[in-house]
């Protein structure tokens, strides 16, 4: 049974790290039309507390994509230099979209195993009852 | 309780091997978009229940004998590394073969709990209640 639990608090795991990721999805989304905002990313890595591999995963640090800003030609904004042009975000929806829909399989996947674990522990205090 | 049963035995093997294996690909599921992560796997239950630790056991040795049921405890569990396909980021897990599996482990802990639940209902019945 020790090994059901630890299942469940690992796809717990999986789950929060999931969300962790679909908001900086969100967070690049909302900012896609910021001048000079670079997208965040983000990476998972496994959580090992005192040299134990626990097999839970937790969200990594949190980096900034250096590629280079889109050129935006409007000469009447406000932040365009003498060409007419100013620095948008590096956001591509495309990319942020497809993110999305990973983060959302996997966390799907996560939630699945969560709840066959739960069922497996049910099945088993079942078997007190007559 | 009763742990003379041969058959009690069995299933209890064998829910603790599907629990085991659960975990096991809660693990691989959960590291899924984990970069550098190897999706593990155990082997299946009739291979670890064969692999029986060297005592002086009866054991069978012909296809019609019975398998002793002394001093036999459940073999300790090794992980096996699998898929040598992955991802550019070097994770080998495909959520979909661990869907596929998880299922297979979910009917195999039923199987095991079923069987314990109608033996208990066996003894139960032979004590006239």
Do not use: C, W
Not at chain 1, 116 to 129: H, S
Not at chain 2, 109 to 120: C, E, G, I, Q
């Amino acid at each position: 049974m020790s090994d059901l639990l630890k299942s469940l608090s690992v796809s717990a795991s999986g789950m929060q790290a999931q969300s962790a990721r679909l908001r900086h999805v969100s967070e690049n989304i909302a900012n896609a039309d910021t001048p000079g905002y670079h997208r965040k990313t983000m990476s998972f890595e496994e959580l090992v507390i005192r040299s134990d591999h626990t097999g839970q995963v937790k969200p990594g640090p949190v980096r900034l994509d250096q590629s280079d800003l889109t050129r935006i030609y409007d000469p009447g904004h406000p932040l365009a230099d003498d060409s007419g042009h100013y620095d948008g975000s590096n956001v591509d929806l495309v990319v942020e979209i497809a993110d999305a829909r990973e983060a959302q399989r996997s966390y799907e996947a996560n939630l699945r195993m969560f709840d066959q674990a739960r069922q497996m522990t049910q099945g088993l205090l079942d078997l007190l009852r007559r | 309780m009763f742990e003379k049963l041969e058959i009690l035995k069995l299933a209890h093997g064998m829910a603790t091997h599907a629990a085991t294996r659960q975990s096991v690909l809660a693990r691989n599921i959960a590291n899924a978009d984990t970069p550098g992560y190897r999706a593990r796997d155990l082997p299946s239950f009739a291979a670890t229940y064969h692999q029986r630790p060297d005592t002086f056991d009866m054991r069978e040795t012909r296809a019609g004998h019975l398998v002793a049921a002394t001093g036999r405890t459940p073999p300790e569990i090794g992980q096996i590394v699998r898929g040598a396909e992955t991802a550019p980021n070097g994770n080998s897990v495909s959520l979909e073969v661990e869907m596929a599996k998880s299922a297979e482990t979910q009917a195999q802990h039923d199987m095991a709990l079923s069987v314990y639940k109608s033996t208990l209902g066996i003894l139960r019945s032979s004590l006239g209640r």
